[in-house]
């Protein structure tokens, strides 16, 4: 009892524990992943973009610094410079822009899934109380966020200085060829050394990822007793359930004492096991179990039987076989056709019989019943 009440959360998330979180918005996150994957696929996007920039660079120097008398008078230069001057870069970088664009809404879809939520977004008053914007700002988190920072900043300041170092002899030596040249060559090597740069995300990013979906799952673990409330919630509690089981077995008994005043004939084994059956010799199909039962509701079904005069035999080997192979208002099966149907002959026999209308049928000593349903 003390393990149960502790309130200590030890047990796992269940699926609909984890469904109620993601409704509310609440997904594994990683930042570092989108950022890694934004950096690095920003200098891919320029180096394949990297001509068309050059070009549109010294389009624009071309244009901008080549000016006649005519434009220098013209009011509108300035804007008409300005507007080709914008044109210019961002038809360049189209392709940057659409990969960045891509990355920044599929990356985060990739550890939690795509979630929209109307929880997440609408406005909470919790987030205007300054206490917990200061909880928010120095907390636990808080910390663990600005340690991961600076550890990035000073990873990236690492590399960056080895790239630097390796690389300043030609930076130095940019400049010597034709500027349209030099302009593509310069933004070639530039985004190298930021791909360079950037590829210690990466390894924050292998780090990160299965740390935010080890702490998701523990934000989400339970109690002992919120894992039974849920299941209480869920399956309905063990009484209830107790008693709409009781509700149904009185219901299935009733509807079974009510169907065989109709039935044809009561097999029994004698005291242990009864089988109701009823045939309808026009519907075409096999004898259907209205009733069965054993022990004191097999007696019952004697009872209400040998009241409503339907015929009662003994017949133990075919009342277990059907009481064990057949279900309630099901047909019996094809290999009990033929004792059955001894049976529902000699019972007709019998009727016969007590109308004077026949002798004395003898009575069944052996049931053509198979090995596999002999119980």
Do not use: C
């Not at 990355?103 to 879809?109: C, D, I, Y």
């Not at 979906?213 to 359930?241: C, F, I, R, S």
Request: aromatic residues 8%; glycine residues 4%.
């Amino acid at each position: 009892m003390a393990e149960q009440d502790s309130g200590e959360r030890s047990e796992q998330a269940t699926p609909r524990k984890i469904q109620k979180a993601k409704e509310k918005g609440q997904v594994p996150r990683s930042r570092e992943l989108t950022t890694a994957f934004v950096l690095l696929a920003s200098p891919l996007a320029l180096l394949a973009s990297a001509s068309s920039v050059g070009h549109a660079f010294n389009e624009i120097k071309s244009f901008t610094f080549s000016v006649d008398r005519a434009q220098v008078l013209d009011v509108s230069f300035m804007m008409k410079s300005l507007q080709h001057s914008i044109y210019s870069v961002f038809a360049s970088l189209g392709i940057f822009f659409g990969t960045l664009f891509v990355l920044s809404l599929l990356t985060p879809v990739l550890i939690g899934g795509l979630t929209i939520s109307a929880q997440a977004i609408a406005p909470k008053m919790n987030k205007l109380s300054p206490k917990a914007g200061f909880k928010r700002m120095f907390g636990t988190n808080a910390a663990m966020e600005l340690l991961k920072a600076i550890g990035k900043f000073l990873l990236i300041a690492i590399f960056a200085w080895l790239v630097l170092q390796a690389k300043f002899d030609f930076y130095l030596q940019l400049g010597r060829s034709s500027p349209q040249l030099e302009t593509i060559e310069a933004i070639n090597s530039l985004l190298a050394a930021l791909l360079m740069i950037s590829a210690p995300l990466v390894l924050i990013a292998l780090i990160d990822v299965p740390f935010q979906l080890w702490n998701h799952a523990k934000q989400l673990k339970m109690t002992k007793q919120e894992t039974k409330d849920e299941y209480k919630e869920t399956e309905g509690k063990p009484e209830v359930k107790g008693k709409i089981r009781q509700t149904q077995r009185e219901l299935t008994h009733r509807r079974m004492m009510e169907a065989i005043p109709d039935a044809d004939v009561v097999v029994t084994n004698p005291e242990h096991y009864s089988v109701a059956l009823k045939y309808d010799q026009f519907a075409g199909t096999a004898p259907v179990v209205v009733a069965k039962g054993a022990d004191l509701i097999a007696f019952n079904i004697r009872k209400v039987a040998k009241a409503h005069h339907v015929p009662i035999m003994e017949a133990p080997p075919l009342a277990r076989a059907i009481y064990h192979t057949t279900k309630l208002d099901q047909e019996i099966p094809e290999d009990l056709y033929l004792a059955v149907a001894q049976v529902l002959a000699y019972v007709m026999q019998l009727n016969e019989y007590q109308k004077g209308k026949a002798v004395k049928p003898k009575p069944i000593k052996n049931y053509p019943i198979p090995e596999h349903m002999k119980y």
